[in-house]
């Protein structure tokens, strides 16, 4: 059974500039997230897609970051413009349920912001 | 809302046993576990669905007290390849009838020859 795809697996930008993130989940999970998750910390729950609607985007700065998943199936991540703080690893999961049920994570995105 | 660990950094010698503990100001109905390599995507261990139950991953092993909002994670005899951070999860439920994973902070874990 193939994993969670992402790209790219590293990107570094300059302040202000714009950056996206691709994520492929595991075929016939319903349940999409994407994670930020900075050095020494746990995995912070940006955006939890559950289809192709939102149903968790609380965390999200919605002033600058943007995801959408067409067709209830990839994912991208979209952050403009970019702050020294978004610098973390970002990650995508998916999941049948996300409470009886495991997170399959991908590889990560190493994001860093000059 | 989000789970407290302790400790917030263990190293051993290999062999040696450690618990880790995850606890929550709010009534959990379930606990995930999941390690994380240096590096690495967490992987999951395990998940513990009802209160006192217990379950086993290799020699790492859980148990789940609903009553104490708590779950501890138990090492025995670690090896090497047991190096990592361990994060616990619980579930917060939310309006919709949807549920979402909120993770502590992690628990590093240092074996040593």
């Known amino acids: 059974e193939a994993g969670v795809a992402q790209s790219p697996r590293y990107k570094i930008i300059e302040k202000r500039q714009s950056v996206a993130f691709w994520c492929n989940p595991i075929s016939g999970h319903a349940t999409l997230y994407w994670y930020q998750q900075i050095l020494g910390q746990g995995p912070k729950l940006l955006i939890q897609f559950q289809n192709n609607g939102v149903v968790d985007d609380s965390q999200l700065p919605k002033d600058r970051f943007s995801a959408e998943r067409l067709k209830g199936v990839d994912s991208t991540l979209k952050i403009q413009p970019a702050k020294l703080e978004d610098s973390a690893v970002y990650l995508c999961?998916?999941?049948?349920?996300?409470?009886?049920?495991?997170?399959?994570f991908g590889p990560g995105t190493r994001l860093t912001v000059l | 809302q989000q789970p407290v660990q302790s400790p917030q950094a263990v190293i051993l010698r290999e062999g040696e046993d450690a618990v880790i503990n995850c606890s929550s100001s709010?009534?959990?109905?379930?606990v995930h576990w999941y390690r994380q390599k240096h590096g690495e995507a967490p992987v999951f261990l395990m998940i513990l669905l009802k209160g006192g139950e217990q379950k086993g991953h290799e020699k790492i092993s859980a148990s789940f007290n609903e009553k104490k909002q708590q779950s501890s994670l138990y090492l025995t005899a670690s090896q090497l390849s047991y190096s990592g951070t361990y994060f616990c999860g619980t579930p917060f439920s939310f309006s919709g009838g949807y549920n979402k994973l909120i993770f502590g902070a992690g628990t590093r874990l240092a074996v040593h020859p």
């Open positions: 709010k009534a959990l109905y379930s």
């Open positions: 999961a998916s999941s049948l349920d996300p409470a009886r049920h495991e997170q399959f």
